[in-house]
């Protein structure tokens, strides 16, 4: 079991508006910079509210923008820490994987983040992954399930009621 603390931990507890409950390890040894930026953007409240506005089944969901269409984000972006941008990230897309998301320009990532459902190695080196889900794939698994429109929203609102940091005991 997880609880939530006051201070930041390497892990971050996605509580859903329906009660459901995702826990996520960082991983600051693959993405350092992406790490520091999610743990800043979580201990400012950022996500709290927020919706997966981007939901593909077999392959993820996508959350982290405050507008809800996909071209929102924080005030900030930060560098691409993945191996087409000169960095060496050696962790997989393989299903639970949480990654940054990003324009076309390598830089440009800032508070969007998706969730693998599936492996997807074929973001390897494209996309700075920089944590994995520890507790929670069922709940990932109802996102992905839900019914989406042409365009990948869900058509019901999946929202994140909270994102803390929490630690294990």
Known sequence: MYKTVDKTTEYVQITMQDGGEIVVELNAECAPVTVENFKNLVSQGFYDNLIFHRVIAGFMIQGGDPTGTGMGGSDKTIKGEFSVNGVNNPLSHERGV????????????????????????????????????????????????TVTDRGDRPVSEQRMKTVRFVQKG
């Open 98 to 145: 949480v990654s940054m998301a990003r324009s076309q320009f390598y830089n440009s990532a800032s508070s969007q983040f998706f969730i693998c459902h599936a492996d997807a190695k074929f973001l390897d080196g494209q996309y700075a992954a920089f944590g994995r889900v520890v507790q929670g794939m069922d709940v990932v698994d109802r996102i992905a399930a």
